[in-house]
């Protein structure tokens, strides 16, 4: 039992040390709208994000896009160690009792 505690110690030490490199990160799916859609003509890209419980849209600029790929990329990725982070405390929290 205590060599298992040990060892999800160490995975979420491991997921600690992840969360301090991530850089800037933004919630949201980025997606091609267009203002004639059947012709594919007047593309734009859209941001869909929700914060403080509020549905919000941004229009993004084309030269902004790969950045905010990257940013929403971060945010997923930030979202998936958060969520085994909590897992690991749940199983360790288990264990101990």
């Known amino acids: 039992m205590p060599e298992k ?6 995975k979420i030490a491991n997921i600690k040390n992840e969360l301090m490199s991530i850089q800037q990160m933004r919630p949201g799916s980025l997606t091609k709208q267009y203002q004639k859609p059947k ?13 403080h419980m509020k549905s919000k849209t941004e ?9 905010l790929r990257k940013q929403i990329a971060e ?8 969520q085994t ?9 288990r264990l101990k009792m």
């Not at 982070?85 to 929290?93: G, K, P």
């Open 5 to 10: 505690l040990s060892r999800i110690e160490q």
């Open 39 to 51: 012709e594919k003509k007047g593309g734009f890209y859209q941001l869909s994000y929700t914060h």
């Open 59 to 67: 229009y993004v600029r084309r030269e902004n896009v790969e950045d």
């Open 75 to 82: 945010y997923k990725r930030f979202r998936r160690l958060v």
């Open 85 to 93: 982070w909590t897992d690991l405390a749940i199983e360790y929290s």
